[in-house]
């Protein structure tokens, strides 16, 4: 038998259109490798990975490229085996490869996006799935994954439209539903987007992710109790998430002391591609463009951004600091915030870590707008007390709790903490505060109405 015969391959294909990779590889036994033409090569690499012979299908891959070194086939079958490996520069090679061979391959090009996407070249993969989508419109999982890139950089218009052309041509996509509703919760169209959500979970019940962007939807939409039942299929999906315990917490009256931390690096990751523009310009916070009749007139101190987000409040920080650095949980936010160039260093890190490894280094702690994501503050308090040096300054904005709530800290069905005046004052006195200043604040617009906050200047003694 030769590898020129035509009834050899007809064999060989009608095997592995059928699935039987073992009696392709038995057939293929009776021709040596070195004696197989490049397709065929190809056609036994192929046969051999699906069988777990990954050793033996490398082989047949070189002698294929040795033969044809533009082969595609070859290309992306090697680039498969490595990024099965996790050797995902190898595996991008071998895709792009396949990409320049074949440029009309939608396959290729998907799967280069998504070694480009795990290697967090964000950008190429948009490109590369442009592509796929060019040479396939209706090759669904790319416009999936390209809507969720769209997302992460705010453009969630465009995302819903090339969601709803994708499912236009295959409605059952559950997946794509999901991407669609998460869409449109991103562009605030909650109508929508919780009509898109039920559709996916209608087509998908055991998506977990489905169930709490419907959760958020459906909370941000007022309908708690809708809400709440949400985000306990999640959980029930995913028992081990602290978040969806928490966000369930936030609507059954549950009063944890302390959101997760990954709660809060979650939130913010999803928001940073559009925080600035989402919480200046659509709800009017001002806190930062304010800062400067609440900071100390000193300058030359050493300034900690606790919380300290996109970096908005930088610029009033900047120019009374002998150093400036800043903190947050959330990855993406610090990438917002090392942009803007003002920052001496930025930390990955928790407000009572960072406090907690740097005694007596701080003149002046900012927590603008942080401690509704935090709970109870007499640990914070503490650290901070220890944190700054003699006469330094806690600078922080509160959402306001009626005073004649006992408990002085409580966690509202919004997710975020409200503190009351006295609670303040006295973990104030607790650890050696004087207050200097407590000043009403609007805070942001909810609901079409103004949030009452208060804003706090304490000296430590």
Not at 235 to 264: C, E, H, M
Request: net charge negative.
């Amino acid at each position: 038998m030769s590898a020129a015969d035509p009834a050899l391959r007809a064999r060989l294909q009608q095997l592995m259109g059928a699935g039987q990779m073992r009696q392709a590889l038995d057939l293929l036994d009776v021709l040596p490798l070195q004696q197989q033409d490049a397709e065929l090569a190809y056609l036994h690499a192929v046969a051999a990975a699906r069988c777990g012979q990954h050793g033996r299908a490398e082989a047949a891959l070189a002698h294929c490229l040795a033969l044809s070194p533009q082969h595609p086939g070859g290309h992306f079958q090697r680039a498969a085996l490595a990024l099965a490996a996790g050797d995902l520069e190898r595996a991008r090679q071998g895709f792009a490869a396949a990409t320049r061979s074949a440029p009309a391959w939608a396959e290729a090009w998907y799967n280069l996006a998504v070694v480009e996407a795990t290697r967090g070249a964000f950008a190429e993969a948009e490109q590369c799935y442009r592509a796929a989508l060019r040479a396939n419109p209706r090759l669904a999982p790319a416009a999936n994954n390209l809507a969720n890139l769209l997302c992460e950089r705010g453009a969630q218009d465009e995302a819903v439209a090339l969601m709803q052309s994708a499912l236009a041509a295959a409605p059952e996509f559950a997946i794509g539903w999901c991407t669609l509703g998460r869409s449109l919760f991103r562009a605030r169209r909650l109508g929508p987007a919780i009509e898109a959500l039920r559709r996916s979970l209608a087509l998908d019940a055991g998506q977990d992710a489905a169930w709490e962007n419907l959760g958020e939807a459906l909370q941000l939409n007022g309908q708690t109790a809708e809400a709440a039942e949400a985000f306990a299929q999640a959980l029930a999906l995913n028992p081990d998430s602290p978040s969806l315990a928490f966000k369930l917490d936030t609507l059954r009256g549950a009063q944890p002391t302390r959101p997760p931390d990954a709660f809060v690096s979650g939130l913010f990751d999803g928001m940073a591609a559009e925080f600035d523009q989402w919480l200046v310009e659509r709800l009017g916070y001002r806190l930062p463009e304010q800062l400067g009749r609440y900071l100390p007139s000193a300058t030359g101190l050493n300034v900690l951004d606790l919380g300290c987000g996109t970096g908005l409040a930088a610029p009033a920080l900047r120019p009374l600091a002998l150093r400036l650095e800043g903190a947050d949980l959330s990855a993406k936010m610090l990438e917002k915030a090392a942009a803007r160039g003002l920052y001496d260093a930025l930390h990955e890190e928790s407000l009572q870590s960072l406090l907690a490894r740097q005694p007596q280094a701080w003149d002046l702690l900012l927590a603008a707008d942080v401690f509704v994501y935090v709970g109870a503050l007499d640990e914070v308090f503490a650290l901070a007390a220890a944190a700054l040096r003699s006469g330094g300054c806690l600078l922080f904005s509160v959402e306001l709790l009626d005073e004649a709530d006992a408990a002085g800290v409580r966690l509202q069905p919004s997710g975020r903490y409200a503190h009351s005046t006295p609670y303040l004052h006295a973990l104030a006195a607790t650890h050696g505060f004087e207050v200097e200043l407590d000043a009403p604040i609007d805070l942001r617009r909810e609901r079409e109405a103004m949030l009452p906050g208060r804003v706090l200047r304490l000296r430590r003694r």
